[in-house]
């Protein structure tokens, strides 16, 4: 959506580690079929995501992607609070 450089090369290498990552995953991963539920998932999420995007028009596209990539950030705190508030009631 934009031709900046340096996003595209932190973007890219971030894909590939993250492929790295579910990779090594998935290795050790004694019941992947919730992997590959998982994985189903956030195809679909990314496919709708850049569909959504697509309805609007170009001018626009960059902004809401960063918005929705903010937006993501922030719920994908949840998970951190799920993890601190466990340990807290195994205490």
């Known amino acids: ?19 790295l990552y579910i990779a090594a995953f998935a290795y050790y991963q004694p019941k992947r079929h919730y992997l590959y539920g998982q ?5 679909v999420t990314l496919v709708s995501i850049f569909h959504y995007v697509d309805t609007h028009p170009l001018e626009n596209q960059p902004d809401l992607m960063g918005s ?11 998970g951190g609070i799920y ?9």
Do not use: K
């Open 1 to 19: 959506m934009t031709s900046d450089r340096v996003n595209i090369f932190i973007n890219f290498f971030n894909l590939v580690a993250f492929a």
């Open 39 to 43: 994985l189903t998932m956030l195809a």
């Open 68 to 78: 929705i990539a903010a937006g993501t950030q922030i719920v994908s705190l949840a």
């Open 83 to 91: 993890d601190i508030v466990g340990i807290y009631h195994s205490l």
